[in-house]
C-alpha cells in the first residue's frame, strides 16, 4: 500500500522539542518535495514548510520561524520536521503531503499522497 505515516506526536510543556517523522511506505520519497501541514481544532489547515527532492526548504509560516526545521534522509525514506521551543498555539494534528513534483515552486496542483496525522499538544 503507498502511503505516508507520520509519527512522533504528543504531549509536551511549553518550551519543550518533538521530531515529527514522515515516512514513506510502498514508494521512495527522493524524487518528491514533501510539505508539513497543521490543523487546530476549529481552524483551517496551515501550511508550515515544504522540503525539495534535494533538501532546499520553504517557509510557510511565520509564526515557526527559527524554532522549526524541516529535514530528509532519502535514505531512510523519511522527511522529519524538527519543532523547538513550542508553544501552546502549536497544538494541532501535522500532517506530511508528497507533491507531484521534486520542488516546492508549484501551486495548484493535487498532492500525490497524504499521511493520516499525528496529533500535537502543547500544554502545562
Known amino acids: 500500500q503507498l502511503q505516508l505515516v507520520e509519527s512522533g506526536g504528543g504531549l509536551v510543556q511549553p518550551g519543550g522539542s518533538l521530531r515529527l517523522s514522515c515516512a514513506a511506505s510502498?514508494?521512495?520519497?527522493?524524487?518528491?518535495?514533501i510539505d508539513w501541514f497543521r490543523q487546530a481544532p476549529g481552524k483551517e489547515r496551515e501550511g508550515v514548510y515544504c522540503?525539495?527532492?534535494?533538501?532546499?526548504?520553504?517557509n510557510y509560516a511565520d509564526s515557526v520561524k527559527g524554532r522549526f526545521t524541516i529535514s530528509r534522509d532519502n535514505a531512510k525514506n523519511t522527511v522529519y520536521l524538527q519543532m523547538n521551543s513550542l508553544k501552546p498555539e502549536d497544538t494541532a494534528v501535522y500532517y506530511c503531503?508528497?507533491?507531484?513534483?521534486?520542488?516546492?515552486?508549484?501551486?495548484?496542483?493535487?498532492?500525490?499522497?497524504w499521511g493520516q496525522g499525528t496529533q500535537v499538544t502543547v500544554s502545562s
Open positions: 510502498g514508494f521512495t520519497l527522493d524524487t518528491y518535495a
Open positions: 503531503a508528497a507533491r507531484p513534483y521534486k520542488l516546492c515552486q508549484e501551486f495548484d496542483f493535487t498532492y500525490a499522497y
Open positions: 522540503i525539495s527532492y534535494r533538501g532546499g526548504s520553504t
